[in-house]
């Protein structure tokens, strides 16, 4: 558990949210991973069709991104989600929750679009963390 980033899952007067925190902030240094598609390393689209193997290729291509600047999901802050069909949020929710301090969920706003860059792609995602000056 990280102790640079504080979570507010219900401020005072507002409900509860349902897997994300309504405020997070923290000290250290702020890091924007862009949207992140089902790609694999070859630039392959992963799970034609099929949102959960999507975002899960999703979620690993977040993880290496956030690796990359010495951060990981316990210093994510917000996610956002974009998906073209809201039907597909279980499935992102799933590959979320096999990465993410359920506990201590990033703030996240989820997003229907008419669709995304490429016809075959169902979901992207993009993260902000804030990671410890000492990482």
């Known amino acids: 558990m990280t102790t640079h980033l504080?979570?507010?899952?219900?401020?005072?007067g507002v409900a509860p949210g349902s897997g994300y925190s309504h405020a997070v902030?923290?000290?250290g240094r702020f890091v924007a991973i862009s949207g992140q598609c089902a790609f694999d390393a070859g630039g392959e689209v992963v799970g034609v069709g099929d949102p959960a193997a999507?975002?899960?290729q999703v979620f690993e291509n977040l993880g290496r991104c956030l690796a990359s600047a010495g951060a990981s999901f316990d210093d994510v802050v917000k996610l956002t989600y974009f998906v073209t069909d809201v039907a597909h949020l279980p499935a992102v929710?799933?590959?979320r929750d096999e990465?993410?301090?359920t506990a201590r969920p990033p703030a996240s706003s989820a997003v229907q679009v008419a669709a995304l860059f490429r016809p075959?792609?169902?979901?992207?995602i993009e993260a902000f963390a804030v990671v410890?000056?000492?990482r």
Do not use: C, I, M
């Not at 504080?6 to 005072?12: F, L, Q, S």
């Not at 075959?120 to 992207?124: D, K, P, S, T």
């Open 6 to 12: 504080t979570h507010v899952h219900a401020p005072d």
């Open 25 to 27: 902030w923290g000290t």
């Open 54 to 56: 999507q975002s899960r």
């Open 93 to 95: 929710r799933a590959a």
């Open 99 to 101: 990465v993410v301090d």
């Open 120 to 124: 075959e792609l169902l979901v992207e």
């Open 132 to 134: 410890p000056e000492d």
